[in-house]
């Protein structure tokens, strides 16, 4: 299976997965809804509309049973492969990568995800369409990678908002592309905002501006370095009972009444 870093040849997108249909049928649409926004055509409501029945929800299994979540492919995310290549940076071990290069069907749906969710603003209001299954009241957003710019930004913004009935934990290391849209839409109360700290055994530094905004400091440590430094593993899914390692069994993170700000996960 061929990747490539960002988006430059539509093509080469449809060809790579010919034998998936419904795969070909989401491209089509995307590639109806590019070639409009290319010659300059508003995209109408009714547009906006078939673009979020492409979207895929994901099922998510492992420490992250029994939720479902919204996201793109970490493999077309510049971001992502830069990291990806930094010592000592958490991305160098990217589960997510693994399960992406490996499950033909997940990887395509997430590059369509990424498609329509960096290249089209879609209203509030086209999001409210979107099915989100559940079975705790949770949801996450970008399980799979990060997000990749202000446009996926502002998506994730409305997706959340549109959905208020559930509660969405929104982790990032890519803190400042939120920035613009909180500040012109609000960061909606049933966001759980979490920054995501890139370095194994160091917490990210917050800017100023995004403070406010920022739930939780979530940060993956070694055990050696736990230790040397007193720090109390506070993630629920370091417990070596099979029963507690996963994230519905824990709940800090998308508890909104929980003051900790700062959450420490042990590597794996």
């Known amino acids: 299976m061929k990747f490539i870093n960002g988006v430059t040849n539509y093509d080469e997108w449809r060809d790579h997965a010919k034998d998936y249909e419904t795969y070909k049928q989401r491209m089509a649409v995307i590639s109806e809804m590019l070639a409009k926004k290319e010659r300059g055509e508003k995209l109408t409501f009714a547009d906006e509309v078939r673009l979020v029945g492409q979207v895929v929800v994901s099922a998510l299994t492992g420490k992250l049973e029994d939720f479902y979540s919204v996201s793109t492919s970490v493999l077309m995310n510049p971001c992502c492969q830069a990291r990806a290549r930094m010592d000592g940076c958490i991305c160098k071990e990217c589960y997510a ?54 446009v996926c930004a502002i998506n994730h ?81 370091w417990k070596q009972d099979k029963l507690d390692h996963k994230c519905k069994n824990c709940m800090r993170c998308y508890d909104r009444f929980n003051t900790e700000f700062d959450i420490w996960e042990l590597k794996k």
């Open 97 to 150: 990568a693994n399960n992406v290069s490996r499950f033909g069907t997940l990887a395509q749906a997430l590059e369509t995800n990424y498609l329509i969710l960096n290249n089209f603003i879609i209203s509030p209001e086209a999001w409210e369409t979107l099915a989100i299954p559940s079975i705790n009241g949770k949801a996450r957003t970008e399980s799979h990678g990060d997000t990749a710019s202000v």
């Open 157 to 237: 913004t409305r997706i959340v908002a549109s959905h208020s009935w559930l509660v969405f934990g929104t982790w990032t290391k890519n803190l400042t592309h939120y920035k613009p849209v909180f500040e012109a839409e609000g960061k909606p109360d049933n966001m759980i905002f979490i920054a995501s700290s890139p370095m194994t055994n160091i917490q990210m530094e917050i800017p100023e501006p995004m403070r406010p905004y920022v739930d939780h400091r979530f940060t993956v440590c070694e055990e050696e370095f736990a230790k040397a430094h007193g720090i109390q593993i506070n993630c629920g899914t």
